[in-house]
């Protein structure tokens, strides 16, 4: 039953996939043998290729895990370092290169490391064998090689040799077997030579009595006997077109050459039963390697049962027995977070939308007053109220005069108003408020301990919004336009806007209020704010000259302390003006729109309340449904059909709370499958020994 070694090689591969223990190793065949000993060639013709790492220095500093795959499609022949992600190397002299990359990759100083490189051949050329190729023993250490690494090298070698682990010692036909490095450390693990394969390598090196009698070694005998080889590439075939170096295909003319040279010596005749040849040798390996595998069943598969009982365990006892799988938490996850997107955008509307235009504008209505008529000299730039003031410059000769410049004045600052740019300053105030809604709703979502999916989101609702914004702005530019050259108010507005400038400018003189008074604890008490206060005052009313600018300090105050007491007079001039103001706004003259060159506050909030009814309407149609019908179909698309299967398990593993669970689940359920293709071999097994025991 040929099948077995595939079968197993089939469940190497799948318990390499989830970091299988120590308990659940399947026999390999291990190659060992000194340095030279002739160990490469053997493998390569093994192989039929010329793939191994070769050189002066010791190239060979991990171990090379190495699965032969037996492939029937002639075409099919071809190398994978599955760590690597590397598939489907065709050229054997870039696997002979790739090799000799990772092992230069240990540190010189290390030579050797534990850490085995994976390599799997298909090949129509090769049996199914699962092999390792070990650092070749060495006897002296060489001057740039640290001293302890020859035992660095047998400790390697030791850890790989052990049962139920197949041992093929190389020897040299050449070198005494009794000086034999291999047959030495196979003979320290498996004294009574049970599991142990003997190559003699360059068997054309000695005369052919000699070499025939170490196939037949009895003072080293071997349960499993000794195969004569002759592995040198002729060398006018590694030479030729047709076998180049690490690229073609050797088996025939290593075939052709054994053949060639043991027929020329009865030696090696038939009648002496001697074991020959690399053929031989493969199928000897196949051979072995079989019967070691289903002799290994039992216990291999008692081991997956202990797995699997405590991966078990642990999914019953951590997990609640809860199935998970990579995409089952993706869909879950973006069902969530749609849903509380959903729960936003059914309380995110018009009247949300209102609200923040409306405190944007109000701000932008401040800055326009104190620009325009709030600023120094108080008398001259704000308008008048005759109740707070009897001397006001209504009752002046020419009152006509006056009126004009106010009328003037508030036309030019409600053309400022209506000219700000309102259709794109409307547009990102809600575009940045959705954006920051988002981030924080997926800040509080699952995916929050997602980098790629956060990403992914982020991405989705940025670009929604700014491919809208950028046709919105303008269209809503366009609809505000009216407002830029003609501004009615209704009564009623006018009541509206006299009532909410109130409110705002209560609410900045709390603002300025709270600065001040914070400005007062920095300085140290309210009356070291008042003395250089009366001291700026006095400069500025010119009864202090002031020497130089004041730099270095002046009035005996430090030049930082005038720079807090300038901050103190303009913050108690603006509380000033404002409770000014507030008076005029709450004066009966300004209750009335007829006055409303004298009540610019109102006027210009009557005109902001206009812009922000526009503006409220158009955005809620245009962007915030836009947006709540585009953003959850994004996210399908990129975090839903649009992800392949490695990139919803990369997003998946991300939580490592997640990474856990999803590796027990699908331990569990690979050990499972496993321990069923386990149970079928040993059944099978079992069948053909009872039918082989009938004949
Ligand atoms: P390793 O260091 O054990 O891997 O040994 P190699 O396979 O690199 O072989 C060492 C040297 O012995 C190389 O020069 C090979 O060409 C040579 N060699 C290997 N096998 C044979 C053989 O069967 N006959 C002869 N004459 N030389 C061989």
Redesign the pocket.
Known sequence: MMMLTRKMIEIRGLLQTVGQSEALTLPSIVVI??????????L?AIVGHEF?P?GHNMV?RRPIELTLVHTPDAHAEFAEFPALGLNKVTDFTQVQKTLTDLNLAVPASDCVSDDPIQLRIHSPNVPDLSLIDLP?YIQVVGRDQPPELKEKIANLCEKYIKAPNVILA?S?ADVDLANSTALRASRKVDPRGERTIGVI?????VDAERGASLLSDRKYALRLGYVG?????PSNASNSKLFNRGSGDITKAIAKNEKSYFSMHPEFSPESELSIGTGNLKKKLMHVLEQTMASSLKTTSEAIQRELAEATYEYKVQYNERSLSAESYLAESLDAFKHSFRSFSDQFGRQQVRELLKHELDQQVLNLLAQRYWNRPLEDLTPPLPELDPLSRLAKADPEGEDQIWKIKLDSSSAALTKLGVGRLATSVIANSLQAHIDHLVSTSRFAAHPFARQAITEASTSILKDLSYDISDELEICIKPYKYRIEVEDNEWAKGRENVTNVLKEELKVVEAAAKKLEDQVGGRKKVRDVMAFIDRVRNGQVVLEGDGIGGAGGFSASLLGKGREAVFLRDRSDMLKMRLLAVKSKQCANKKNKYNCPEVFLDAVADKLTTTADLFLDAELLSKFFYAFPRELDSRLGRGLSQEEIDRFAREDPKIRRHLDVVRRKDLLEHVLKEMEGLRALEAREKRSSRRD
Request: charge should be positive; glycine fraction near 12%; hydrophobic fraction near 35%.
């Open positions: 043998g000194s340095q030279s000993s002739g160990k490469s060639s053997v390569e191994l070769k060979t070749g190389i040299a390598t360059k068997m054309d090196l080889v002759v592995c040198r590439v």
